[in-house]
């Protein structure tokens, strides 16, 4: 199953709304998590099951879809969210290629 | 709180066998529902997952390293390891592990977490 992720990145400023999607190449149901990456470090665990915040991840992420399209919506970027955002199936649990958010 | 750190060689020569070993913390290794899992991301690059082993010795590969890899598990240690034989220079990458969940006969899948630090291996002569 490939997952394509896009845009594969993007400027945004403080407070911005910010969208990322992600489209599987064959139906996943609601399969899917995402993760944030900073620079050195492991990936963190954001949203599981497409839709679900994992706990500690504040609320102004949010994830949504299921079948082939997914979303990853940041409600109000703030200065910690510029990193790099990787969506992952978990039926053969291939990841997407990435979306850099940077400081516009 | 269930922590995991990999360890093993930095570098390795081409043609060998690349292992490592990860050590989970905080949490046994043989608890029900978790899958103990490698994942790996090339310098600059995106992740690619390798594979996973149950505590029971039951594993699943990526089929495109398939033919080269070998998860185990040493549930008296607390550990699982990866073997990946015949590198290259293109098995450069930084190594993870992470405990990956399942439950509900698998129904409820939810993701990988937590992670290792990752360690960077480098396959050069």
């Known amino acids: 199953i490939q997952l394509t992720q896009s845009p594969s990145s993007l400027s945004a400023s403080v407070g911005d709304r910010v969208t990322i999607t992600c489209r599987a190449s064959?139906?996943?149901?609601?399969?899917l998590a995402w993760y944030q990456q900073k620079p050195g470090k492991a990936p963190k665990l954001l949203i599981y099951a497409a839709s679900t915040l994992q706990s500690g991840v504040p609320s102004r992420f949010s994830g949504s879809g299921s079948g082939t399209d997914f979303t990853l919506t940041i409600s109000s970027l703030q200065p910690e969210d510029f990193a790099t955002y990787y969506c992952?199936?978990?039926?053969?649990?291939?990841f997407g290629g990435g979306t850099k958010v940077e400081i516009k | 709180q269930v922590q995991l750190q990999e360890s093993g060689p930095g570098l390795v020569k081409p043609s060998q066998t690349l292992s490592l070993t990860c050590t989970v913390s905080?949490?046994?290794?043989?608890?029900?529902?978790?899958?103990w899992s490698w994942i790996r991301q090339p310098p600059g690059k995106g992740l690619e997952w390798i594979g996973y082993?149950?505590?029971?010795?039951?594993?699943y590969y990526n089929p495109s390293l398939k033919s080269r890899v070998t998860i185990s598990v040493d549930t008296s240690k607390n550990q699982f390891s990866l073997k990946l034989s015949s590198v290259t220079a293109a098995d450069t990458a930084v190594y993870y592990c992470a405990s990956y969940r399942e439950m509900v006969a698998a129904t409820l899948r939810l993701g990988f977490d937590p992670w290792g630090q990752g360690t960077l291996v480098t396959v050069s002569s």
């Open positions: 064959q139906g996943i149901s609601s399969y």
């Open positions: 082993i149950y505590y029971s010795g039951s594993t």
């Open positions: 992952q199936q978990l039926n053969s649990y291939s």
């Open positions: 905080g949490g046994s290794i043989s608890s029900g529902d978790y899958y």
